[in-house]
């Protein structure tokens, strides 16, 4: 029996120190820092954009010319006179917001510890498909509880949103609309 145990007990700590890497007890750290972790990016962006430009010129000239004669011809008087005006005005402004939670995978470890982050997420609701992906940068220290990140916080930070399906063909303009737009 005494052979049997130490058998056992060799392969207890085998198997222990075979998964010792992969085992996290109650008072380690359980934050994304390894290659395939996974956070949980909350997206809150917003942007808001605005130009304005006026333009104002005018332009006048004026040319005149008289001759008087000495002869029985009465004299002659010419002139001329140009102007030009221009007024034109621009303005455009433009505002957005992106509320979103998106999970992203740790797809590269970089040499100062920052963490290098892809994710995405698709969602169909009545044939209406709607995409969001994500990359950046995150710092260690800026990952919350749970494995949480503000997309503010996110270096690099490249997030798209798109959609297909009947809702985005409807506010798609037509063909002619869009041939006028191009030559005009």
């Known amino acids: 029996m005494n052979g049997f145990k130490r058998i056992l007990a060799a392969v207890a700590l085998t198997a222990v120190a075979v998964n010792a ?10 934050r994304a820092m390894r290659v395939d972790d996974i956070l ?8 808001k954009a605005g130009s304005e430009s006026k333009t104002n010129t005018s332009k006048g000239s004026e040319v005149g010319f008289s001759a008087s004669s000495l002869s029985l011809v009465s004299p002659h008087q ?11 005005k621009g303005a455009t402004s433009r505002s957005g917001s992106l509320s979103a939670t998106v999970t992203a995978r740790v797809v590269k470890v970089l040499d100062g510890g920052n963490l290098v982050i892809e994710g995405s ?9 709607e995409i969001i992906k994500i990359s950046g940068v995150v710092r260690p220290q800026d990952i919350q509880k749970n494995n949480i990140v503000y997309s503010t916080s996110i270096a690099d930070a490249e997030i798209t949103y798109t959609g297909n399906g009947t809702v985005n063909t409807a506010a798609r303009p037509g063909f002619f609309t869009r041939l006028a737009n191009w030559l005009f």
């Not at 992969?22 to 359980?30: A, K, R, T």
């Not at 010419?78 to 034109?88: H, I, Q, T």
């Not at 997420?121 to 498909?129: C, G, Y």
Request: glycine residues 6%.
């Open 21 to 30: 890497a992969q085992v996290q007890n109650l008072f380690s750290d359980h």
């Open 40 to 47: 949980t990016i909350i997206i809150v962006e917003s942007a």
């Open 78 to 88: 010419f002139g001329a006179s140009n102007s030009s005006k221009f007024d034109g």
């Open 121 to 129: 997420k698709t969602v169909e609701i009545n044939q209406e498909k």
